[in-house]
């Protein structure tokens, strides 16, 4: 069978989509510097899957050693490519840092690529690129007008898939397929891996888990004066597991030659808008447990609704969200439980 170079393999979602890779036959060879994962989550992948994946310690802003990992793994056919800096708040912070380990990653395989006759390449993008779609924009295809990015970070994905369409442009004999998803939440249903957020977590269910656990005092919610149903931010949820699936299906449609372009966009969502306060709530009711909340002012940047319409994706990938909301805030709850187990002393 194939094998599928995995970057940023160690991640929340490079990890899930590993699984999923690994379970549909394929081998896969993770390359990982562990800057924001943990090594740990080989052992979770590997009693899931029952075997190993390979595993190489390489920042893909080298690219002499990437360039000896092909020559390793010379049965590598595709590249799912997750290794990126990814805090919105730092990116403002340190935006030369986001420019040069988004960008340079990328240029690196893109240039590999063709030297090691790899032919295609997934690339993970964020609906970030619509920013406030427009309101006849919403739900949110593949044909909205991409807006100016409101962080460093969400440029980088923006020029990351303009690197790619020019590369594809310029005769590279490459294909590739971008994903651009919505927020990703949940954990495998095993709960042997989920999202490991480093420090204060950012996003909403990393925080939601964590107060629920008592290890923040309360959830603060940001605004609830926007003008949607219930006043709080609303955005297309969507399970981490789903999310790694389509990867699969994206490579599968690329290898066997069925793409229509040799570049492809997807919008990776449900379909369903969520406020803040509905998650909150189904959280609390399906895991019968307490998440202490205040409203506090609006978070800087914020959008107000956004959520997807993956018809393109459901017809053209054969792909669509599977799992509840409910079964999605439950895998949550366990995989923080699971953890909460793992750090106690002995
Ligand atoms: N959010 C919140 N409290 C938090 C974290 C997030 O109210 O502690 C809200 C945030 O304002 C947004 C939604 O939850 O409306 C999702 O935020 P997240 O950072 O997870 O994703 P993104 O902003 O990238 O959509």
Known sequence: MARILVTGGTGYIGSHTTVELMQAGYDVTIVDNLMNSNIDVLDGIAAIVGRRPDYENIDCLDYVALDKMFEKYADIVGIIHFAASKAVGESVEKPLLYYRNNLNSLINLLELMPVHKVKHIVFSSSCTVYGQPDADHLPVDETAPIKPALSPYGNTKQICEEIIHDAIHAKSPITAIILRYFNPIGAHPSA????????????????????????RKELSIFGNDYNTPDGTCV?????????????????????????????????????????????VETFKRVN????????????EGDIEQVWAKPDKANKVLGWKAERTIEETLRSSWQWQQHLNNMQKPD
């Open 192 to 215: 042997l891996i989920g999202e490991l957020p480093n420090g204060i977590p950012n996003n909403l269910l990393p925080y939601v888990t964590q107060t629920a656990m008592g290890i």
């Open 235 to 279: 955005r297309d949820y969507i399970d981490v597991v789903d999310l790694a699936k389509a990867h699969v299906v994206a490579l599968k449609r690329m290898i066997d030659g069925k793409q229509d372009d040799k570049i492809e966009i997807f919008n990776l969502g449900t379909g369903r808008g969520l406020s803040v306060l509905e998650i």
């Open 288 to 299: 019968n447990v307490d998440v202490p909340y205040k409203i506090v002012g609006r978070r």
